[in-house]
């Protein structure tokens, strides 16, 4: 049978229980995924002098090809846009300026240093998001950035930040949508600290501080970002997951959840809703921890048909910003890039495609047999084939089609790089 044929197949399964396949696809191609570039380059940038990961970031794999200029970076996306359905946006780090060959620090970057890429998404009827960074920096080698004790280096990251804001509000401005501007901070300690208070203090008056300078919300949205631990800050982190959603909340910034940032026992899915009570926006980045926050590439596992099915039941498509953040140099990066972002739109699919409002009836009666056995069967549906046909729509690759491009596409290009 063709990819139609097994969609009309499909579909009236589906239908039975009135669920429109049409209108969940006119639904979720208006869903933009916030693509992250480092995948690309193993979180390396484009710095004039570039520095060694830190952080508590690690990224484990050599395998060739790995993009060494912007140039190679946007080749590289482009391939995989090509390969996954919807409109999206690319999501970058402040070290993807670029700064023709001049040595700029991140307290001095300015918009006209990420001109290319704002062309490059203009072209490509692309969104941007951005991240100041702060790690992989001489200034951030003990650990500590906005909660340091030195004045001078918070100064330097408060700068840092405040440029990064009006670096979003210029993509903003540029793309007509609005560029999420997220914070995160590798600030921890390796062994039980003496004082925990001090140092939230001082991350709090820098925070009020990179806030206070006026940029156009309309343009940039700011989000927070916490963790539960790191690499050299086992024991403490300053921004940790209590501290910066009270600070989201009192400070109308938002709250953004990354999959992997939590204890391994937690799930993100069950925060969404509980935050969506208390804040009209929330933001993601999603990975797939195993044991720790290893950021491997995210599979169709429960968690995120679980992430997907909560921002579906709880009708949030409009106010959770998804974003992606997992780095894998272990196998082709462009594959890494398709895997992880169609696995994203698929469970937002699957999501669409449950009697959701029927099994919300169904434990408000208390009937949790029902509920139990129609969440179980639905897992068995021929969901692949209205998959499929949805990526026909969109015009990309079906099944597994896709992985004969990269390889093509390693073949005759990614092969003849020189990565170093």
């Given amino acids: 049978m063709s990819v139609r044929e097994n969609f009309q197949a499909a579909k009236k399964q589906y239908e039975k229980w009135g669920i429109s396949v049409e209108e969940a696809f006119e639904r979720l191609k208006n869903v933009p995924i916030s ?3 480092w995948q690309g380059d193993d979180i390396g940038g484009f710095e004039v002098e570039q520095q060694e990961l830190s952080g508590g970031i690690d990224v484990t794999g050599d395998y060739p090809g790995k993009a060494t200029t912007p140039e190679e970076l946007r080749r590289d996306l482009e391939k995989a846009l090509s390969l996954i359905p919807g409109k999206h946006k690319i999501n970058l780090h402040a070290i993807y300026a670029e700064t023709d060959g001049q040595k700029v620090d991140r307290n001095e970057l300015e918009p006209k240093h990420f001109a290319n890429w704002v062309k490059w998404a203009k072209e490509n009827d692309l969104g941007l998001d951005f991240n100041p960074t702060l790690f992989s920096h001489p200034k951030a080698a003990d650990g500590l950035t906005l909660a340091h004790p030195d004045k001078e280096i918070r100064d330097f990251w408060i700068e840092h930040c405040i440029r990064s804001r009006k670096i979003g509000e210029y993509f903003g401005k540029e793309l007509g949508q609005p560029a999420l ?3 995160w901070i590798p600030d921890g300690y390796k062994d039980i600290p003496s004082d925990r208070l001090t140092p939230r203090k001082r991350l709090k008056e820098s925070l009020d501080e990179i806030f206070a300078a006026d940029v156009d919300e309309s343009l ?3 989000a927070v970002e916490s963790k539960l631990f790191g690499i050299g800050s086992e024991a403490y982190v300053v921004g940790s997951h209590e501290f910066y959603m009270g600070y989201a909340l009192k400070n109308n910034k938002l709250c953004l959840l990354d999959s992997g940032h939590y204890h391994p026992t937690e799930v993100v899915s069950n925060k969404i809703s509980a935050m969506l009570l208390f804040s009209e926006r929330l933001a993601l980045h999603v990975s ?3 044991r720790w926050d290893s950021d491997h590439v995210i599979i169709l596992d429960d968690e995120l048909r679980e992430i997907g099915l909560e921002i579906v039941r709880n009708d949030a498509l409009d106010k959770v910003m998804i974003g992606l953040d997992f780095f894998d140099a272990s196998i082709n990066r462009v ?3 398709t895997i992880g972002t169609r696995n994203m739109i698929k469970s937002l699919l699957y999501a669409l495609l449950l009697p959701n409002e029927h099994l919300k009836q169904l434990q408000e009666e208390g009937n949790f047999t029902d509920r139990l056995a ?10 692949g084939a209205i998959w499929d046909y949805y990526c026909e729509q969109m015009e990309v690759p079906s099944q597994e089609n896709w992985l004969e491009e990269v390889k093509d596409y390693e073949n005759k290009v990614l092969s ?3 990565s170093g």
Avoid at 374 to 383: D, Q, S
């Fill in 181 to 183: 501007t997220n914070i």
């Fill in 374 to 383: 129609l969440l179980e069967e639905f897992k068995t549906y021929p969901f």
């Fill in 335 to 337: 594959a890494a890039w």
């Fill in 220 to 222: 940039n949205i700011d």
């Fill in 35 to 37: 693509i992250h570039c």
């Fill in 416 to 418: 003849k790089r020189n």
């Fill in 288 to 290: 797939r921890p195993v």
